[in-house]
């Protein structure tokens, strides 16, 4: 299927090595923030999810941190495998609802 | 559970005519959105229903999209007449509620006008 992730920034990592994706967001009263993965041909699937009240979250083999000084949002997977290779977005929403605003994107590529 | 609904998975039309795209989304979630996903970029909202009622339609280019959740369950988005920029992918998704739940994506139609 045609990629998704053509003009993105792409981070390029081998597998079994950590990856650390990041995304920096304009709007200071942004309160809820998550991290997608898309797949080539796929819709959005969600990863992990943080409130504004949180700086750190983690899942299983993901961790989001949330810089609020900075406005800056990072998703680190560990031991990152080939299933891992996709676009991966950063997207924020305002006052407790979920109208979200998607940043750019960053394409991952897991190199065996 | 069954995940978000989308059909066609494409669609190929020549600029001016008319296209609609349906959504059944997950059992249950009352909040139902329509996204426009250019290639090479992140998605953007179109339309958000909550139940039957529109939540937010601001960015829905209403001269020439529509969209209807008649009865708070499926949903369906129209084009007519369509532009060569309306090239892209349309998403739709539901949540369980509107307040800080995550969205669930659809696999999306991908449209392309020529």
């Known amino acids: 299927g045609e990629s998704v992730g053509l003009h993105l920034p792409t981070l390029s990592v081998q597998e079994g090595d950590n990856s650390i994706i990041n995304c920096a967001y304009s709007?200071?009263?942004?309160?809820?923030f998550i991290w997608y993965k898309q797949e080539s041909g796929k819709g959005p699937q969600f990863i992990i999810d943080?409130?504004?009240?949180?700086d750190k979250r983690q899942g299983q083999r993901v961790t989001v941190l949330l810089n609020k000084t900075v406005k800056h949002l990072s998703l680190q997977i560990a031991a990152t495998q080939p299933g891992d290779s996709a676009v991966y977005f950063c997207?924020?929403?305002?006052?407790?609802?979920?109208?979200?605003?998607f940043g750019t994107g960053t394409q991952l590529k897991v190199e065996l | 559970e069954a995940g978000v609904a989308q059909s066609p998975r494409y669609k190929i039309i020549e600029k001016r005519q008319s296209v609609a795209f349906w959504c059944n989304p997950i059992?249950?979630?009352?909040?139902l959105y329509w996204y426009q996903q250019i290639l090479g970029q992140g998605p953007k909202l179109l339309i958000q229903?909550?139940?039957?009622?529109?939540?937010?339609d601001s960015q829905l280019p209403k001269d020439r999209f529509s969209a209807e959740r008649l009865k708070g369950v499926d949903s369906t988005l129209k084009i007519q007449p369509a532009k060569l920029e309306d090239s892209a992918v349309y998403l739709c998704?539901?949540?369980?509620?509107?307040?800080?739940?995550?969205?669930?994506f659809g696999n999306g139609t991908r449209l392309t006008v020529t």
């Open positions: 998704a539901s949540s369980a509620t509107d307040n800080n739940s995550p969205l669930h």
């Open positions: 709007n200071s009263a942004s309160d809820y």
């Open positions: 997207a924020e929403s305002t006052g407790g609802g979920n109208k979200l605003t």
């Open positions: 229903f909550q139940n039957n009622g529109v939540v937010d």
């Open positions: 943080i409130r504004s009240n949180m």
């Open positions: 059992s249950g979630h009352a909040t």
